[in-house]
């Protein structure tokens, strides 16, 4: 079954289905308040987000166990364990928001 990116004007979903009919089906059936603006077939089985384009390339996984390491000394409170990074990173807040909810996003 083929992975679709649905884009609408308040979400990205990424989704398993048959055709482009029902993946805006899923979208619907999800978000019916959203308008869709845009459905794409991805071309690989698999949705990847590039660490080196979030800012978060390093040699070793540091800044993801530090990421981890905030979110549940925050307990999953997400503005808390931003703080929480940017304190112990020494970097910027909106840098820090990008760790922690790229950890999140990963399953934290």
């Known amino acids: 079954m083929p992975l679709y990116e649905i884009e609408t004007d308040g979400h990205i979903m990424i989704g398993w289905a048959d ?3 029902a993946a805006r089906g899923l979208s619907k059936e999800h978000y019916p308040e959203d308008e869709i603006l845009r459905v794409s077939k991805r071309p690989r089985d698999l949705w990847v987000i590039s660490k080196r384009l ?3 390339e390093t040699d ?3 800044p993801c ?3 981890r390491e905030c ?3 925050a307990a999953g409170d997400k503005v808390q ?3 929480l990074y940017a304190e112990k ?3 910027e807040l909106q840098e820090a928001q990008k760790a922690i909810e790229t ?3 990963l399953g934290w």
Do not use: T
């Open 89 to 91: 990173m020494g970097v």
């Open 19 to 21: 055709s482009v009919e």
């Open 60 to 62: 070793d996984s540091l």
């Open 81 to 83: 364990a931003i703080q």
């Open 103 to 105: 950890n999140m996003s």
């Open 54 to 56: 979030l800012g978060l």
């Open 65 to 67: 166990d530090i990421a």
């Open 71 to 73: 979110l549940s000394q």
